[in-house]
């Protein structure tokens, strides 16, 4: 598989495969391609040459409102854009996940995951109240709302210090099996390689 902006590659990965409940730490310089990687797998950049197949669908061949969708049920995401609607409250950004693709909301299931993340007691809070480590974990919340088949996430520890960084990755690995989603993180913060023995290092092309 071969992605990148304007036609021209910047990443390419052959023959790569992750297993349900899979897990798979991207590492290298910045420019290097990690997140490119990740919007392709996402769908939100097209595939120059190549196939990316997520639970069984080449996600290259869906039309964009098709991709969407299968985005919103399948793929949970956690970027280092929070993308939180800004007059709504954490509960109301969480259901609005729920609402845009036609699902009904799990609330139990919701409340929970609040809860396991530590951030239950500011759901009525909007984005700008809450502290940078809350709002990363409500993208969390929202990225494993519909038990995705696969998470991924753009360096979700750049923001942290060493004890949240700990607690963030433990949280993030926990959820996806609580889901058994797939796991792909792309970072350069060498705190996380402790927590991955599957690793792809990307190096920047001159």
Not at 70 to 78: H, L, S
Not at 98 to 113: K, T
Not at 130 to 157: C, M, N
Not at 177 to 183: F, Q, R, V
Request: hydrophobic share 40%; net charge negative.
């Amino acid at each position: 598989m071969t992605a990148g902006y304007d036609g021209k590659p910047v990443v390419a990965l052959d023959n790569f495969f992750l297993p349900e409940r899979g897990h798979c730490l991207v590492t290298g310089s910045s420019g290097g391609g990690k997140t490119t990687l990740l919007y392709a797998i996402a769908g939100l950049l097209p595939v120059i040459e190549g196939k990316i197949i997520v639970d069984r669908v080449d996600i290259a061949l869906l039309r964009e409102n098709e991709m969407d969708y299968f985005r919103g049920v399948n793929i949970g995401m956690i970027f280092q854009t929070l993308q939180l609607m800004p007059s709504l409250n954490v509960m109301e950004n969480l259901l609005l996940a729920s609402y845009v693709v036609g699902m009904p909301p799990n609330r139990e299931y919701l409340e929970h995951i609040l809860n396991r993340l530590g951030i239950y007691e500011v759901r009525e809070s909007l984005p700008r109240q809450l502290s940078r480590g809350q709002a990363q974990r409500v993208t969390i919340a929202r990225a494993v709302l519909h038990y995705p088949k696969l998470i991924i996430a753009d360096e979700p520890t750049s923001s942290l210090d060493d004890r949240n960084c700990e607690s963030v990755i433990s949280i993030i690995k926990d959820l996806a099996a609580e889901t058994s989603a797939a796991l792909m993180i792309a970072t350069h913060d060498s705190r996380v390689k402790a927590h991955f023995s599957n690793i792809i290092h990307f190096e920047q092309t001159p």
